[in-house]
């Protein structure tokens, strides 16, 4: 058996990017857990500038894929959650962008924990993406749509992958 510390590494090394889902919707429940795990993440001095919306309609992840040229994955994620950050909360500048790269990445390992599939589609800093994207879901100005993170029960399974690269790492200097 296990301990945490082992089950949490190890969640963090299966975790992949899953672009195919089973027609089964996701429990509110589940997206309660994830939304929680997303508002842990660490942000400059705390701000947490972050909004999440949430996007079950399908006429709405259909007009993101009409959008998005990467969003394919939409046709069958029964939910998407959709990371925005907010300009007036950000007191330290050029910050919130990463603040929100944190609270995605653990939307990520929040699904996978509780059994879903996710990948993360990028939106900022592409403007025409979170303008359009800004437009379909009424976004208010000075809030700006960072990640959409479809997710559902996968349909598909991926084994865990080596990505480590000893010629990446660096000691004391380059």
């Not at 889902?21 to 993440?41: H, N, T």
């Not at 990371?83 to 653990?106: H, I, K, R, W």
Request: with cysteine; aromatic share 8%.
């Amino acid at each position: 058996m296990m301990g945490i510390a082992e089950e949490a590494y190890e969640a963090i090394m299966s975790r992949r990017s899953i672009r195919a889902y089973e027609k089964r919707e996701v429990e509110e429940e589940k997206i309660r857990k994830i939304l929680d795990a997303a508002m842990c993440a660490p942000s400059a001095r705390h701000e947490e500038p972050w909004h999440f919306i949430i996007i079950r309609r399908r006429e709405t992840l259909n007009g993101i894929m009409r959008i998005h040229p990467h969003a394919k994955m939409l046709e069958s994620a029964p939910v998407a959650i959709l990371v925005c950050f907010e300009q007036a909360l950000e007191t330290s500048p050029g910050y919130a962008p990463l603040d929100c790269a944190n609270a995605t990445m653990n939307i990520l390992h929040a699904a996978h924990a509780l059994g879903l599939g996710a990948v993360w589609v990028g939106i900022y800093p592409r403007k025409e993406r979170m303008d359009a994207v800004g437009k379909l879901l009424s976004i208010p100005e000075g809030v700006f749509p960072f990640a959409l993170v479809p997710l559902g029960y996968p349909a598909e399974k991926k084994g865990r992958e080596n990505r480590y690269k000893q010629e990446r790492v660096h000691y004391e200097k380059w």
